[in-house]
């Protein structure tokens, strides 16, 4: 562990966002709320939180979204329903759910954009460092991409963020990176960040990393939300918080192992569900036949 590190515990799930790109479906539904299988979205991420070791979670949430604070909540009737029908493992489930991490909650009032949602946590983290995941990206993978950026933060006391390699004709649709040769730490390819374009085109480009949805931050990145000017969209943007913490401290990149799936899109949920069918006890096998059958 780094001299400067402090154990991380918490953790913000950034969830008021409007959810645009799945109308109508999140007309009435948090977008968070869309199941993968039989778990809603928030699901994956509060267990990735608990799989990397982080039992304190506050989510960022907005009017209209009480469902997310319910699906972490006890549901007495629920329980006594399932038990006396004989299903007293899936009432157990659903006790396991309710005790699955310490959940607290925050309201955006308006959504002025990802940096101001994480500023929104600020008193419920106060000075430590923090964990950011977004709901809609979805991670698939050995070990959890929130537990690799955790033991990054312990090894250096940085920053640091998930990054993937999108293809070059592709860059325009994500945030790239720029940033210096990779060093070697702990086996670990680290890339020291330089600077965070927003969308270029692809002869721009500084690089072909893409930011992915996974953030360990330290709590200095308030102060820096704090002055952050509203930019893209008129949104408070995380990402311009971020260049500041990269040009004045040290933050790194990490391509963490696994898949990120952006179930926020529509095409991205689609081949999510894919993926998390297929591994699925239960299902996968007879799933996997049906697909193989399925005349195209
Ligand atoms: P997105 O841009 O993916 O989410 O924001 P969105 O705005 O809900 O969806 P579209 O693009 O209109 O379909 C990334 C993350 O930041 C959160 C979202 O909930 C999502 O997890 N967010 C975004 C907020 O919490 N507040 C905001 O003001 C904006």
Not at 232 to 245: K, P, V, Y
Request: glycine share 8%; with cysteine; proline share 7%.
């Amino acid at each position: 562990m780094n001299a400067r590190s402090k154990p991380v515990r918490k953790a913000v799930l950034p969830s008021a966002g409007l959810g645009t790109r799945f109308l109508p479906a999140t007309k009435a539904i948090p977008k968070e709320m869309l199941a993968l299988v039989d778990k809603p979205l928030i699901q994956y991420a509060v267990e990735e939180c608990v799989a990397s070791g982080i039992e304190d979670v506050v989510l960022v949430t907005s009017r209209g979204k009480s469902a997310m604070e319910d699906h972490f909540d006890r549901a007495p009737e629920l329980e006594s329903f399932l038990e006396s029908k004989g299903k007293a493992s899936l009432a157990e489930a659903m006790r396991r759910l309710a005790g699955l991490a310490r959940l607290r909650s925050v309201r955006q009032q308006e959504p002025l954009g990802l940096g101001h949602a994480v500023l929104q946590a600020r008193d419920l983290v106060g000075d430590e460092p923090f964990a950011v995941l977004l709901g809609d990206v979805v991670m698939t993978g050995p070990q959890p991409a929130t537990r690799q950026l955790v033991e990054i933060y312990e090894a250096t006391g940085d920053g640091a963020i998930a990054a993937a390699p999108v293809p070059r004709e592709q860059v325009s649709l994500y945030g790239i990176i720029d940033h210096d040769p990779p060093i070697e730490r702990d086996g670990r390819q680290l890339y020291r960040i330089r600077d965070l374009v927003e969308k270029p085109a692809p002869d721009e480009a500084p690089s072909t990393l893409s930011i992915v949805g996974r953030y360990l931050l330290p709590p200095e990145i308030f102060g820096y939300l704090e002055r952050t000017k509203p930019g893209r969209g008129g949104e408070i943007q995380l990402t311009d918080a971020l260049r500041q913490l990269a040009r004045e401290r040290t933050l790194w990149a990490y391509v963490c192992q696994g898949k990120a799936y952006d179930a926020g899109d529509k095409l991205g949920f689609l081949e999510a569900t894919v993926e998390l069918a297929l591994a699925d006890g239960e299902l996968g096998s007879s799933f996997r036949a049906w697909l193989r059958d399925l005349k195209i």
